[in-house]
T-cell receptor, first 113, second 114 residues
Framework: SQQGEEDPQALSIQEGENATMNCSYKTSINNLQWYRQNSGRGLVHLILIRSNEREKHSGRLRVTLDTSKKSSSLLITASRAADTASYFCATSPRGTSYGKLTFGQGTILTVHP | GAGVSQSPSNKVTEKGKDVELRCDPISGHTALYWYRQSLGQGLEFLIYFQGNSAPDKSGLPSDRFSAERTGGSVSTLTIQRTQQEDSAVYLC????????????FGPGTRLTVL
């Protein structure tokens, strides 16, 4: 079953613009992670935010987490054509003793040069 | 160092045949996961191996699916009597033990059941 719901399902922007993707989830979590996928194959880990953290940065990426609303957002600043990919949030449900992940449906980002 | 590798990259089989998918995790990673990605179901957890502990098979969709991990390293996912709904990309991931370690994914095996 899919815990995460991502919004929007698809996003199309111009190079240089910022891209914001949102993720909502249903149950309490240990952490939330964002992954990127190119061409429907392997996923690449972008960033992990723990349940006691509210914001995290990594390069052009900024992730926020609001556990009261059970939601997270991923901001990519100054987007590039190479950022074109599918982006997934994944949650590690609280109560699991390991990193079993439940993925959202993903946002397809297209950055036009 | 080498990442997670999977073989074959593509597999086409006929309905009713058995298939074996292989995953070589990153050396030293004690946790190994199998996921499945299909158009209708998105990314689904299938099974988890952690060291010598009993695997968590809670995500396997039917008893036609099984997996093993030999020597705490290489893993094989076997699907018996394949059905068309088994068509998907099968992804393997590995990580260090614990909650807050990122999972490193392989490139996946695209399975097509005719």
């Amino acid at each position: 079953s899919q815990q995460g719901e991502e919004d929007p399902q698809a996003l199309s922007i111009q190079e240089g613009e910022n891209a914001t993707m949102n993720c909502s989830y249903k149950t309490s979590i240990n952490n939330l992670q964002w992954y990127r996928q190119n061409s429907g194959r392997g996923l690449v880990h972008l960033i992990l935010i723990r349940s006691n953290e509210r914001e995290k940065h990594s390069g052009r990426l900024r992730v926020t987490l609001d556990t009261s609303k059970k939601s997270s957002s991923l901001l990519i600043t100054a987007s590039r054509a190479a950022d074109t990919a599918s982006y997934f949030c994944a949650t590690s449900p609280r109560g699991t003793s390991y990193g079993k992940l439940t993925f959202g449906q993903g946002t397809i980002l297209t950055v036009h040069p | 160092g080498a990442g997670v590798s999977q073989s074959p990259s593509n597999k086409v089989t006929e309905k009713g045949k058995d298939v074996e998918l292989r995953c070589d995790p990153i050396s030293g990673h004690t946790a190994l996961y199998w996921y499945r990605q299909s158009l209708g179901q998105g990314l689904e957890f299938l099974i988890y191996f952690q060291g010598n502990s009993a695997p968590d098979k809670s995500g396997l969709p039917s008893d036609r699916f099984s997996a093993e991990r030999t020597g705490g390293s290489v893993s094989t996912l076997t699907i018996q009597r394949t059905q068309q709904e088994d068509s998907a990309v099968y992804l393997c991931a590995s990580s260090l033990m614990g909650l807050d370690y990122e999972q490193f994914f392989g490139p996946g095996t695209r399975l097509t059941v005719l």
